[in-house]
């Protein structure tokens, strides 16, 4: 047995300040990220395995309105919701994907039918529908997704003309670049509301390690747009050989740096630490084509990591026996 079980999950990156946050918020957050710990945690204690804990703990996240995953997702720019999430398992590196998704309560529920019970990894819109609803998973109606402080936020964005990472609103890849009728596309869209993509990573008892990412993606997307979340390798990666790694930032770069899977290619290839490859991706690539965000990565060892290069990132971790750890600025 491996006494060196843990977990670890992120509610999402960005312009996070403690000058911004209320009192009330602030202890919201850390009491949501202590339940979704705990939870995790008994899954690990009770024997059960790395895929388990980061499925629950995800589906969790999901429910809490607080993130920008399932309920309290983001909206798209024809003010819609639509979903993306994936799932790997480190010990048979098994990974089910889905994204566009519009009425799946928990889309990391349909990843994980897709890596259990389909030969494919990812599916999208109409047809990852199709599959999910085929497993008998839960639909609701896309008002479901709905919350106040989102429809707000994505009132700002339009207003702003482009897509915004929930949490800061900082510009995208595919926003048009400062310009002199738009001088200031770096500005925070609701200093007050940050809120983020969710992901988990965790090392069980076996030694086995699994991670899960599930989002909503980015404030006044385009219809159709897919970011990391759901791209193997990119915003989810696991493989017991080296790590478990789950992303949250400015999707775009983190498809181009296939971020997840650096961290692992850097650990088997150059030999380094699972901690020197976390920061070389976050610290170093990723910041080349301003890339903005972190991760959160296990190894088998029972090392763990939580890099970002924004002002906060909600993050925690807790292994079996010892009271979960949780953060959100630098
Ligand atoms: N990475 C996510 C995306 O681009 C956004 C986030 O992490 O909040 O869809």
Not at 181 to 202: C, S, Y
Not at 273 to 288: G, I
Request: net charge negative.
């Amino acid at each position: 047995m491996n006494p060196n079980a843990v977990i670890a999950i992120h509610g999402g990156a960005g312009t996070i300040l403690r000058a911004s946050m209320s009192a009330s918020a602030e202890a919201d957050y850390h009491a949501a990220l202590h339940a979704v710990l705990s939870a995790g945690q008994r899954v690990l204690a009770d024997g059960g395995s790395a895929l388990d804990a980061v499925s629950e703990a995800v589906r969790l996240l999901e429910d809490c309105p607080l993130f920008n995953a399932g309920r309290g997702a983001v909206y798209t720019a024809a003010g819609t919701h639509e979903l993306d999430a994936a799932i790997m398992d480190g010990s048979t590196l098994d990974a089910g994907a889905i994204c566009c998704v519009t009425r799946v309560r928990n889309p990391i529920l349909a990843a994980r039918r897709v890596l259990e019970r389909s030969e494919h990894v990812l599916f999208t819109g109409a047809g990852a529908e199709a599959f999910a609803a085929a497993q008998g998973l839960e639909f609701v109606e896309p008002e479901y997704f709905h919350t106040e402080a989102r429809h707000r936020q994505w009132q700002l964005a339009r207003g702003q003309k482009r897509a915004m990472l929930d949490h800061d609103g900082a510009t995208l890849a595919s926003a048009p670049s400062s310009s002199d009728d738009d001088p200031t596309p770096h500005e925070p869209i609701d200093p007050n509301r940050k809120f983020g993509t969710v992901g988990a990573v965790a090392l069980d008892q076996h030694g086995h390690i699994a991670a899960a990412t599930s989002t909503g993606g980015v404030t006044n997307k385009q219809v159709g747009r897919v970011g990391d979340t759901p791209l193997i390798g990119a915003g989810c990666y696991a493989d017991d050989a080296t790590c478990a790694v789950s992303t949250t930032g400015s999707g775009e770069m983190f498809m181009r740096m296939v971020a997840a899977y650096d961290v692992a290619a850097q650990m088997a290839y150059r030999n380094v630490s699972l901690e020197e490859a976390a920061q070389d991706v976050v610290m170093n690539r990723l910041p080349k084509i301003d890339g903005r965000g972190g991760l959160i990565a296990v190894d088998a060892r029972g090392n763990v990591t939580l890099p970002f290069n924004t002002e906060g990132m909600y993050r925690g971790f807790a292994r079996i026996g010892e009271s979960p750890v949780t953060a959100i600025y630098r």
